[in-house]
């Protein structure tokens, strides 16, 4: 079930990278990001930072979502690790975070990236710190 009740809007980062938070909900969440040129390293395919940083953006708000825009929730990243597992094929990437547990002031989550055509781009695991409601 998506959930688009509760979208925020952009903020710097989300603008300069181009992606959208597609889907999000309680533990989970999905960021998505048309593969442009901007997003390539010197071999042509997507930098590995901006697939870190997609990575990070889902598990985070996977372990976000209140329900009210009124009221967010915010975390910041304790520790983030990435596999890269290959390269994309397709022309956008789609991240996805799971929170998979934790408790009041930190929680561990877990995401991966496909591409539009299936292929698994990159896998991830971190711990974020609740911050300020």
Request: aromatic share 14%; hydrophobic share 45%.
């Given at each position: 079930m998506k959930q688009k009740d509760v979208k925020e809007a952009p903020y710097p980062w989300q603008e300069t990278l181009g992606f959208d938070?597609?889907?999000?909900?309680p533990d989970h969440a999905e960021v998505t990001v048309p593969i442009e040129t901007k997003h390539e390293n010197?071999?042509?395919?997507?930098?590995?930072?901006?697939l870190a940083s997609i990575?990070?953006?889902?598990m985070g708000f996977a372990?976000?979502?209140t329900g009210d825009p009124e009221h967010p929730q915010m975390a910041m990243t304790?520790?983030?690790s990435v596999n890269y597992l290959s390269v994309a094929k397709g022309?956008?990437?789609i991240a996805t975070g799971r929170r998979t547990g934790g408790g009041a002031k930190?929680?561990?989550a877990e995401g991966r990236i496909m591409d539009n055509e299936?292929?698994?781009?990159a896998t991830a695991t971190g711990v974020f710190r609740y911050r300020g409601r």
């Open positions: 938070v597609s889907d999000w909900g010197r071999y042509g395919i997507p930098h590995g930072g901006v990575l990070d953006t889902a372990g976000c979502y304790l520790n983030l022309n956008l990437l930190t929680f561990f299936g292929i698994l781009v």
